[in-house]
Nanobody, 115 residues
Framework: VQLVESGGGLVQPGGSLRLSCAAS????????MSWYRQAPGKERELVAGITSVGDSTNYGRSVKGRFTISRDNAKSTVYLQMNSLEPEDTAVYYCRAQRGGRFYWGQGTQVTVSS
C-alpha cells in the first residue's frame, strides 16, 4: 500500500500549486480521500476531503474558496489545487485514504509560501 504525494515546493504569496497523491497497492476508488497539513509546532489539520466517487467535498475553514480537491479514479490519483496561497499555508501536506476504520497515510510533501 502506498500513497505518494508530489507537487510541493516554494511559491510566492498569491501564487498557486497543484498537489497530487498517487495511490497503489489497494483499491483507492472505494476509499474517501483527504488532504491534511501540519505546520511546525501545530497539530495536523484537515484541509479538504472528497468521497470515493467524488460527488461530495468538504474544506477546512481557512482554505475554503481558495483550494479545490478532485480525484481521477481511473488514475488512482487525488489532487489539491491551491490558489491565492498565503504564508500561513506553509506546512507539510499529507494525503490520507479512509474506508471505515481503515486509514492509509502518505509521507507528505512540503509547501512553503514565502517571498
Amino acid at each position: 500500500v502506498q500513497l505518494v504525494e508530489s507537487g510541493g515546493g516554494l511559491v510566492q504569496p498569491g501564487g498557486s500549486l497543484r498537489l497530487s497523491c498517487a495511490a497503489s497497492g489497494f483499491t483507492s476508488s472505494i476509499y474517501a480521500m483527504s488532504w491534511y497539513r501540519q505546520a511546525p509546532g501545530k497539530e495536523r489539520e484537515l484541509v479538504a476531503g472528497i468521497t470515493s466517487v467524488g460527488d461530495s467535498t468538504n474544506y477546512g475553514r481557512s482554505v475554503k474558496g481558495r483550494f479545490t480537491i478532485s480525484r481521477d479514479n481511473a488514475k488512482s490519483t487525488v489532487y489539491l489545487q491551491m490558489n491565492s496561497l498565503e504564508p500561513e499555508d506553509t506546512a507539510v501536506y499529507y494525503c490520507r485514504a479512509q474506508r471505515g476504520g481503515r486509514f492509509y497515510w502518505g509521507q507528505g510533501t512540503q509547501v512553503t509560501v514565502s517571498s
